[in-house]
């Protein structure tokens, strides 16, 4: 982020604030929808945490930290949006709707699900698999592959023990592998659904 | 058994695609219009203590008119709405909107909607499954002012376990989310308006007229 953009923020100048909310929306945006997995939350967080950053950017000492800043503010907006809302809810795919009638046509659905990533496991597996995660282990597997932080930043982020945020991660991996494992003994070998 | 570089491609794999989705055009606008009105707070100094204390004072004020202000309506059983539906949902709600005491400034701009839902399911071979989930309305609902009347349309998959086995029978029994979802309870609308600073508030559905119909594949 530009820093001269930040220092002109610093000084009490929206445009400037402006255009880094207009570089940053999207990718908070998107982090908060993975951490919620609930658009309208992740607005919501979204929107408190850039906010709290105008609020606040006089706070901010070192410019140059400032993606770190906002990614921590973004976080706590997304633990109070966690709180206030329900944890949790499966999904019910939706699909787009366009047009003045609102409805799209069928064709449009997103045909993404099921595709398949290396030949075993697929997103609709990861995503279902996901749901057993609480918020603190999803918190700290998109830091790590979402935002490809080192464990060292991931854990200042969020203001744990690095020894913590590796149990995390762990645990979420282990968790990951054993619904996905799970998952494929549902699969019957002629792909029709069975119990296990 | 899955490999630990399988799983670290899936991962990121997963998160780039969920990742991408782009943010609302409103919700940009709704950061600038609210950050457009106040200024940065003062790096935190002895001299600023009072005034935190006085804008923190206005914001207790402010919330509790707010909250006490807006009437709560909690919808009827009479406003479920649960048939039986077989594949692709389409949902049609006719709304309408009273907000109660009137507005002090104008309503308008773009708000979304989103609950839950809940179905059951049954499949071929016996196995009855539940589906627990969220559903957001896509389309755009632009309010006036006052009384608002609109419609939402709503087309949702109920997932089970694979895209391919949403072919049983299927009963919404409810659910409830935001503008009330299809039971109708917990509704609040939020958003940005042009006139506050964040919006508003208050709206809870004052009834709800629906239909829910099955589309076989």
């Known amino acids: 982020m530009n820093t001269g953009l930040i220092e002109r923020a610093m000084n009490g100048d929206h445009e400037a604030f402006s255009i880094i909310a207009a570089r940053n929306v999207d990718r908070l945006y998107g982090i908060a929808r993975i951490i919620l997995r609930d658009p309208e939350l992740a607005q919501d967080a979204t929107q408190e945490a850039l906010v709290r950053a105008w609020r606040d950017i006089r706070s901010l000492r070192e410019p140059d930290r400032f993606d770190a800043w906002m990614y921590r503010l973004l976080l706590r907006s997304c633990q109070a949006e966690r709180r206030k809302r329900r944890a949790w809810t499966d999904r019910i795919h939706v699909l787009p709707i366009g047009g003045d009638d609102g409805i799209a046509d069928s064709s449009a659905t997103p045909s993404s699900w099921g595709t398949a990533v290396d030949g075993v496991l697929d997103r609709d597996q990861i995503d279902r698999a996901m749901k057993r995660l609480t918020p603190e282990q999803r918190t700290v597997l998109v830091l790590h592959y979402y935002l490809d932080l080192p464990v060292s930043d991931g854990a200042e982020l969020l203001r744990i023990p690095s020894g913590t945020f590796k149990s995390r991660l762990h645990q979420a991996r282990s968790i990951l592998r054993a619904a996905i494992d799970a998952d494929d003994r549902l699969v019957m070998p002629h792909g029709k659904e069975g119990v296990a | 058994v899955i490999t630990d570089e399988r799983l670290d491609h899936a991962l990121r794999d997963w998160y780039r695609i969920e990742g991408s989705q782009r943010a609302p055009e409103a919700l940009l606008d709704a950061v600038l219009d609210r950050t457009r ?181």
Request: hydrophobic content about 40%; cysteine-free.
């Open chain 2, 37 to 217: 009105r106040v200024a940065p707070r003062p790096r935190w100094s002895v001299g600023a203590i009072p005034m935190q204390f006085g804008l923190g004072a206005v914001a207790i004020v402010t919330a509790a008119v707010v909250l006490f202000g807006v009437v709560w309506r909690v919808p009827s059983s009479d406003d479920r709405i649960g048939a039986p539906v077989s594949g692709p949902v389409d949902v049609t709600f006719h709304v309408i909107y009273h907000f109660e005491p009137e507005p002090a400034y104008p309503v308008a701009g773009e708000f979304h909607a989103s609950g839950t839902i809940k179905g059951r399911g049954s499949f071929g071979d016996q196995i009855t499954r539940e589906a627990d989930g969220s559903y957001t309305i896509l389309r755009t609902l632009r309010f006036g002012d006052g009384t608002i009347e609109s419609v939402m349309s709503v087309r949702n998959v109920i997932e089970l376990s694979t895209s391919e086995s949403v072919n049983g029978t299927f009963t919404i029994v409810g659910g409830s989310g935001r503008f009330a979802g299809i039971t109708g309870s917990g509704s609040v609308a939020t958003g940005s308006t042009p006139g506050s600073p964040r919006l508003p508030v208050g709206s809870r559905p004052e009834r709800w007229i629906g239909s829910v119909r099955g589309v076989d594949r």
